[in-house]
């Protein structure tokens, strides 16, 4: 018998396990490099994580920031460190201004922002000799009160069983009572004395525009109607001046005319004055 020959393989059938081997090789590396860039990709980056200093600050920020406007608030609404400590008054002559103070009523130590000046304003002009008032803030602690006193233009006599001499301002207001007349001032001689009252504000209009010179010369004043005003000089002469329009003409033409003998002076139309004895 021949001896049996080994048979060798071939080339091709000796790469072939060596392919087969080399692809499942690869497989696995690809799989494993597939598998750390998942895991590369699911992990985060160090800059996207917030680093925790900084987010501890920015807390701390956003809670000061919180506490100063609480502070803030309670400082200027709740606190009186920013209270009121004092009342000025200026303006005031013959109305008393710790009288204006009792009357203006400001609270002490409350927060000025939560004081109500109109408030303030409105109790101080009920007052019969106060005119005009402002109330305004000054900081840190003071409210200050501005007042324009009623200034008395004339007078008038309530009479026997009345309630004595009254003194009124250009506007007709009854403002002041007071114990004797005032010497200077003219006197109303109206059935009815009140700011409401047409022909009051209509003769108180006429004192009010009439040259000085004039009005220290006026002893009293009077109308029946709003367009009939007069009054009567220290020289006993009558006036008839009508309203309080074309005053410096009618002071020019009454100029001129006192200096004429006569009783009644009509200027109420000035273009055409006249005289009557």
Do not use: C
């Not at 059938?13 to 690869?26: G, H, K, S």
């Not at 324009?148 to 009345?162: K, L, Q």
């Not at 504000?201 to 004039?214: D, M, N, S």
């Amino acid at each position: 018998m021949s001896p049996t020959r080994e048979r060798r393989p071939s080339s091709a059938e000796a790469e072939t396990p060596d392919r087969a081997a080399l692809a499942r090789q690869r497989r696995g590396r690809r799989s494993e490099e597939e598998r750390r860039r998942t895991r590369v990709a699911a992990r985060p980056s160090p800059r996207s994580r917030p680093n925790r200093q900084v987010e501890i600050r920015r807390r701390w920020v956003a809670l000061l920031s919180v506490l100063t406007v609480v502070a803030t608030v309670y400082l200027l609404f709740f606190s009186s460190m920013l209270g009121v400590q004092d009342v000025a008054v200026s303006g005031s002559r013959t109305v008393p201004a710790d009288q204006i103070r009792t009357v203006a009523a400001v609270p002490a130590d409350k927060p000025m922002l939560r004081l109500s000046t109109d408030e303030i304003r409105d109790r101080v002009a009920a007052m019969p000799g106060i005119a005009t008032v402002e109330v305004s803030r000054s900081w840190p602690n003071t409210v200050e009160i501005t007042v324009t006193e009623r200034t008395a233009i004339a007078f008038f006599d309530s009479g026997p069983g009345g309630d004595g001499v009254h003194l009124v301002d250009g506007g007709g207001v009854v403002f002041k009572t007071v114990a004797a007349r005032p010497a200077g001032l003219p006197e109303l001689k109206l059935p009815k004395v009140s700011a409401d009252d047409p022909v009051t504000r209509a003769v108180t209009a006429v004192l009010g525009v009439i040259p000085e010179q004039l009005l220290k010369q006026v002893t009293t004043a009077t109308a029946k109607t709003p367009a009939s005003v007069e009054f009567t000089l220290a020289s006993g002469k009558i006036v008839r001046w009508g309203t309080a329009e074309q005053t410096d003409r009618k002071a020019k033409v009454l100029a001129a005319l006192l200096t004429q003998d006569g009783k009644v002076y009509d200027v109420a139309a000035p273009e055409l004055p006249t005289i009557t004895s």
